[in-house]
Each structure stands twice: as structure tokens, then as C-alpha cells.
């Protein structure tokens, strides 16, 4: 099963009809029937849902991104980027694994020093966005990690990123709720670990 998240709709590619409140979709212009001011969530189910996904957004552009739901002390860092609570994250670099980016945009976003560890691997979300006319679809590594330095942050301000905070467990239950589908995703996979 994938699920990719849009601003207006969630498609759950899968080889079985998932939950009963979905729409089940065979084709890209069947969304347009739905085109609405709320929000949907589609199933098209196929044989081959990889397969299947990456027809559907053979004209995206693809890009691979790593991240983290970091821990200290039971505190979790947060990121507010462009007005929303977010996890920080980044792209890969040329040459570069998902668990070095991870470490290595974590570090630079959040203005962590070298004290920050990998646990283990979270949760794989995909989302889309455009960006200067060209649409992107964005596959996300999202790593379980551990820091053991001071608490001390400093936003990346040239990436969009307005604030960083470490929040108490109730506080990041709060913000992932309302904050982005796909960072629902990671806090529910974290809260299952």
C-alpha cells in the first residue's frame, strides 16, 4: 500500500479496497468529478499499486527526501515552517543515503550540533506540491532519532523555517493532528513503535 497526500486529497494505491469511506478511483480524471472545496480520500486499487503510482504521477518530478521525529529528554522537536507545524526534513544531495540527509537536514534546519543518533527507520510517506509551474512528487524517509546535546535551537530562517521548538508528548500529539497528512502518518507509526 502507498499513500500519497495532495492539499485536497489522500490516494491510497493498494491491492484491496481500503476502509469503507473511500472513493475508489481507476484513473486520474476521475478526481475531477470530485473537484470540491473539501477534502477526499481515493483508493485505486490495482495488482501492482507501486506500479500503479507511478503511473498515475509520471509527470511529477520525483524527488527523495529524509527527515526525523527527534527525541530528548521526552521532548520532540517541531519545526514551524511557512505558518504550519512541521518535522524537519530536507532533499538529498547528489551521492548522499536517506540516513546521512536525515542526520545531516535535521542538523542543519533545527541548528543541532553532532549529538544526534538514528534509531530506527519510521515511516515512508509521499506527498505532492508544485513549485514554479513544475509538480513534484516527494518520497520521504522518516527516521525514530535521539539527541543527547544541550536543548538549544536555531531555525534555518533561509529555508522558510520561522521557529523550532521541543514540545512535551500532549503538545506534539496536538501538532501532528494539525499539521500535514503525512505527519499524522509519522506520529501515528511512532506512537505504534
Known sequence: MYKVFD??????????????SSIVVKEVSDLEH???NGYFHFNHVSLDPLKSMQQWFSKYQFIDAS????????????????????LPKGKLEKGEDFKTAGIR?????????????????LHISFHTYVQNSTCFLKRTHWYKMKYFGNKKLTPQIEEGIEYV??????NSAIKA??????????????LKT
Do not use: A, M, P, Y
Not at 537536514?105 to 527507520?121: A, H, P, R, T, Y
Not at 521548538?165 to 500532549?170: R, S
Not at 503525512?182 to 511512532?190: C, L, N, Y
Open 34 to 36: 470530485h473537484n470540491s
Open 165 to 170: 521548538k521541543w514540545l512535551n508528548f500532549e
Open 105 to 121: 537536514e535535521v542538523q542543519e534546519e533545527c541548528g543541532l550540533d553532532k549529538n544526534l543518533s538514528i534509531i530506527d527507520l
Open 7 to 20: 492539499s485536497k486529497s489522500q490516494i491510497i494505491f493498494s491491492q484491496n479496497k481500503i476502509g469503507s
Open 67 to 86: 527527515g526525523g521525529l527527534v527525541e530528548c529528554e521526552k521532548d520532540f522537536l517541531w519545526i514551524l515552517r511557512n505558518g504550519i507545524w512541521d
Open 177 to 190: 493532528k494539525k499539521s500535514f497528512g503525512s505527519i499524522g502518518d509519522v506520529w501515528t507509526s511512532f
